[in-house]
């Protein structure tokens, strides 16, 4: 009787060792996307709408890094979530899937957008 629950513990345990996998650490060297969430909410007393974008960066209430700028740092402006999509389309940002969320009364479109990155080169490895 302990020699067949020697066995079946033995069958067990290498079992155990089977079915777990490698796990890979995620770098961005490897990875042949990336992701980006627009941000849409409507501005106050306007037809105009707020845009922020979260690239996964840090977020502070004081410093504005979730907006989107142009060449000279000015913050750009859009007239409307599909003026805001057009131009993440027009920068590589591809389409994934939207849902809206309630804040404070106020409804905040989520889009979520990726674009492929561009394998390197092999001289930018080294």
Known sequence: ?????????????SKLGVSQEKTQELSKTIAKEEYCMVLASSKLLSTKVNIAVDFGQEWSFWKDKRSLKDDN???LEFDSVIDALN???????EFVNAYALTTSGQN??????????????????K
Do not use: D
Request: aromatic content about 10%; some cysteine; hydrophobic content about 45%.
């Open 1 to 13: 009787m302990k020699k067949l629950l020697f066995v079946a513990a033995l069958c067990c345990i």
């Open 108 to 125: 905040v479109l989520h889009y979520v957008m990726k674009r492929n990155l561009t394998p390197p080169v092999e001289s930018e490895i």
């Open 73 to 75: 740092g000015k913050k």
């Open 87 to 93: 131009y993440m389309s027009s920068q590589g940002w």
